[in-house]
């Protein structure tokens, strides 16, 4: 089996503090919820780029952050869930062409795990 490649003495990401992230890329049509999704590390600009691992660049946008507490995936889906049919149209925000976030901490990912779903906004 061919190895693709690692990143050592990785650390939690200097801008959203998560240990993995799960980026849904919807930047095109946030309507079309058929996305490309990477599972992610956030690393240091400047970072050497790993041989069979692509690089993506999350574009600066204003979040939107939403808490989720309870176990994965039940946890997330109820915060879009809030975010999208609640929050989002009487917030006076929509949603930013740049791609949602999952971000996920360090912690056992059990009943009461603690995570963040972060939605991209722009003013109406």
Request: glycine share 10%; aromatic share 12%; charged share 15%.
């Amino acid at each position: 089996m061919q190895k693709l490649g690692q990143i050592s003495e990785w650390q939690p990401g200097a801008q959203t503090g998560g240990v993995t992230l799960g980026i849904s890329r919807v930047e095109r049509n946030p309507a079309n919820r058929a996305f490309d999704y990477m599972i992610a590390v956030e690393v240091p600009e400047g970072t050497p780029s790993v041989a069979g691992l692509e690089t993506y660049n999350v574009p600066a946008a204003r979040w939107a952050v939403f808490e989720c507490r309870g176990a994965v995936p039940d946890a997330i889906v109820a915060a879009e869930m809030y975010a999208f049919m609640e929050w989002l149209p009487s917030s006076g925000y929509a949603h930013a062409a740049a791609p949602e976030m999952e971000v996920y901490y360090p912690g056992d990912p059990g009943p009461d795990y603690y995570c963040e779903f972060w939605l991209p906004i722009i003013g109406m």
